[in-house]
């Protein structure tokens, strides 16, 4: 890949009010599957989006969702989708073609939105961002769960001060992997970039450095023994507290985020997209508040992905402000990166003393 | 090295261990065989050539274990999974040339609480009210019958209650106990023929390389005689629960499972394997999804305890099962005592984010 910015030939055509913005999709994988053929069905319903054309190079794949979207085509190539023209790109491939098909995109003067994580590594991000800032298009990243009526009130709660200067947080995130992945790649970190940091932990570090900003020191443990690691615990000091991030493919626990602060704590239950329990010193009760954006609907994991696909669009019909934009992808593989680098060995106490002694002596130099 | 070993079901407990075990040590090449991709979420921490087959599709099979001297097969399941996993697996072992294969039956096949005196001379029978028990019965005598022509050399081993690290009676106790549901029936004072996972791999590494075990069966289990207080003691002690407090007496009579009749009936599994594979994946994970989130919903209440028959029948047993066979002919002897087991088992509850006493994981 070519590190040099390029100006792109083909400007965006105007849009027109009360026009569908034109939209393509890249990647009918699980998560196309799962959520972005409802979504988009949803929106092409509402008359906000046209989804012109599909593409995945599992013909089966591509025809699962053709069935749910009528009146998109099935392109042959990722060329050929882009040759058919658009507004806007989603990229929901695996991680090892976001970069490639984002800048494709972009080049063909589509604004895109990248499923996470936005790319493989923060410095093949910055090339995206790059090339999108040099063409004056928009790239916006699949942070999903900032889209959470709950997770958005965390943040309005905590900015406001409800529970007071925050004294400590503790997420633990995880269960037996049940993700329907087509291949064992996803466990590559050459193709994936990593193993559980990088797939949830994506969603988690975004979400903390949302609501606290950027951490000034991490600490970081896994177990990974020459592959990609299914457990992993961070530590993310902030200003006068710490964060203590456990996340794991193996085993399921509550799957709970805790947020300590002076004056009480909030809990969140991992993928909660409207409730939020809050407990307050000198209150006899714990109350579990319901949120909803502000138009009062109500949100479930599906609406999430309307809405991130509808800020997009609002953004590049509206020019209003992009919530999940790409800066917070690039910034969130940056952490991941430091987490790497700073990498020790979590403590495995099932492993006996020869069982580490082999660890030692031989998996960790196939890192 | 003792060539290739081929782990079949790699992703469940003791698959997982056993992958963990003989990869670390270097005793074995080891190359797990899973039946979905997602399946090998864990054993990805290790550099090691895995394989995706379907334990029922001979020719993925055969391919997948081609190269592999020996087969451990520790394939779970329902009742049918369990017996229709056995041929087809035999079948593709003797096209792959591979020379043993291991099978992870139980000592179950005598029953949860079986008669003083029991070995594996006993006789064995699929009458029982445990359907888990006939399933295995059934698969050791289809082995056999398989065996007969010579194309592979078959181990059998009956472990008893295996636990430790992400096993049912570890994190599923401690689960039990955290919601409510946990007990022990009569005080829990009957003989748990408990067997530590390593000392389980430790059998399944005798069954491979000592030459006399080809078309033997072996009962393998701990040292300690030991009772199902005794190993769900620790558990509670490190969640801060009371023992105590569980015992429960068990009914005079048991009604019938019906979700586990549905599973095992033919109806429900050719409606499953009807489905489209997205579907049958996006189900199971919206099912999870539906089930945690309906788990997280439920308002706090006086949970209702439910004592199965199997449960009680394990919880009242008055034998100890013997390894002595396996000592005299494998030369095995546990790895692990019972007291190291339950520090590693509990120590591992705490990694995996139980609330125990010492609820900090560590890093080296």
Redesign the interface.
Known sequence: MSAQIETVQRQPARLRQGEPVRLVLAGCGAVTKLYYAEALSRLQGRGQIAVAAIFDPEAKSAAVVQARLPGAKVAASFDGLLAVGADVAIIASPPRYHLDQSMQALRAGMHVLCEKPMATSSSDADLILAVAAANNLHVATGLVRRQFPATRSIKAMVEGGLIGKIQGVCCFEGGPFQWPVASTSYFSRAESGGGVLQDIGTHCLDLLTWWFGEPHEIHYADDAMGGVEANCLVRLGFGGFEATVRLSRDWARPNLYRLEGERGSISWAVNETELVEIALKGCRTAATASFTNTDDRSRDFVDAFCDQISDLVDTVRNGTLLSGSATAGRNVLKRIEECYARRKRLDMPWLGAEDFRHVIASAETRQ | MTGTVAVLGANGFIGC?TV??LH???WAEVRPIVR?????????????D?R?ADAHNVPALTAALLGCQSVVHAVAGDSRTIVDAVEPVYLAAAAAGVVRLVYLSSASVHGQSPLPGTDETSALHDGQTVEYNNAKVRAERRLGELSRDGAVQVVVLRPGIVF???SSWT?GFANDLLDGSAYLVDGGHGICNSAYV?NVVHAIKLAIEVPEAAGRTYLVGDRERISWADLCRPIAEALGFDLAAISVSAPLSFAPNWTQWLRDGDLYRRLVRSL???VR??L??GY??WR??GL??RPPMAPKIKVSEERALLHRCRVKLPSAKAERELGYQPV?GFEEACR??V??L?????PTARSQ????
Not at chain 2, 36 to 48: D, E, T, W
Not at chain 2, 350 to 354: K, L, R
């Open positions: 261990r963990e075990l670390l040590s270097g979905r991709p997602s399946a090998f979420a864990s054993l990805s921490r290790f550099a090691i895995g995706v430790g690290p992400r994190g390593d489209p594979r997205p994946s996006g199971k994970v999870a999804e945690k989130s997280d919903q692990v590693r088992s120590a591992w705490t990694f995996a984010g139980y994981v560590g890093e080296r």
